[in-house]
């Protein structure tokens, strides 16, 4: 396998590794109603719920292990021959955690926290409060480093040049319902770009190849 490799990962990634996905029958959505955790306008209305919420993540993502397929993941950045784009809707660290030392995520990381006044970053407190003081401007506008829905994806630029740079694109445990990610494989089609997907179900996305099964089984056979 030849040629620069774009990944765009999802919740289903990480599942294996215990963290919920978004959609499923226990899915996380299915405890809280999006707009009441994951909006601009809900930590306006209710910072503690929202922290909560977020602190309950970062635990979950601290206890968990990077599965087969974070490790096959970075293998194959570290070991291919071209670049291997690792783009990512998930915000925990299990792709770095898993080897992987560049990784782009495009919906922020729950391991930081973020200065809602001057935009600092820093490794976010187990449990965070808004009214922690910023370490840089001292405001106590302290949020997850999250990109709630209405929010912009971060890196959409390097996002874009990478796709424009692949020669394949790869859809790992994503149902591919959240844009501007959802877009990303018709974009690669309208580039000309090979389009393969590796999921539990298939998501009925027009990719040209379809593998289905477990992340953790079917990610490692198809990156050796
Ligand atoms: C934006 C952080 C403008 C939070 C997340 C109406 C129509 C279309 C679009 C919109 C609309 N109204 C509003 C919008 C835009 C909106 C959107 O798309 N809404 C959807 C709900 C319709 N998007 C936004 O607001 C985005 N911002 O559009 O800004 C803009 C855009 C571009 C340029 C400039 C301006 C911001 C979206 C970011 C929201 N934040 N995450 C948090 O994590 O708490 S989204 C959240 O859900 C996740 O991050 C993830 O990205 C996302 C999607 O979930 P998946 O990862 O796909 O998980 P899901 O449960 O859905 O699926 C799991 C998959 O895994 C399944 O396929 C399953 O089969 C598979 N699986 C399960 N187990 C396994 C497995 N696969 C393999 N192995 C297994 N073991």
């Known amino acids: 396998m030849t040629g620069a490799i ?7 990634l990480s599942a294996e590794s215990g963290l919920r996905t ?8 299915e405890d809280h109603r999006v707009e009441d955790v994951a ?21 979950q993502a601290g ?6 397929a974070h490790k096959a993941l970075a293998r194959l950045q570290k070991n291919h021959s071209d670049p291997v784009y690792l783009v990512t809707q998930n915000v925990d660290d299990l792709l770095e955690r898993g080897g992987a030392d560049q990784v782009i995520h495009m919906h922020g990381g729950v391991m930081d926290a973020l ?6 970053r820093w490794p ?14 001292g405001a106590p506008k302290t949020r997850p480093d999250i990109v709630w829905f209405g929010e912009i994806p971060y890196h959409m630029d390097i996002i874009q040049d990478a796709l424009e740079d692949s020669d394949l694109f790869v859809s790992i445990g994503t149902s591919g319902t959240v844009y501007p990610a959802a877009g990303f494989g018709q974009m690669a089609r309208q580039l000309g770009i090979r389009t393969l997907e590796l999921n539990l179900e298939a998501s009925n996305a ?14 490692p056979a198809w990156v050796e």
């Open 39 to 59: 909006t601009p306008e809900a930590f306006e209305r209710d910072p503690d719920l929202v922290q909560r919420f977020y602190n309950e993540r970062r635990k």
């Open 22 to 29: 978004f959609r499923a029958a226990d899915g996380l959505w």
């Open 6 to 12: 774009f990944i765009l990962s999802g919740a289903g």
């Open 206 to 219: 027009p990719f040209d190849e379809v593998i289905e099964g477990r992340a953790s089984e079917i990610v």
């Open 63 to 68: 206890k968990a292990a990077p599965n087969a």
């Open 124 to 137: 976010a407190p187990d449990v965070m409060q808004v009214s922690d003081p910023c370490p840089s401007c």
């Open 115 to 120: 200065c809602a006044a001057c935009a600092h």
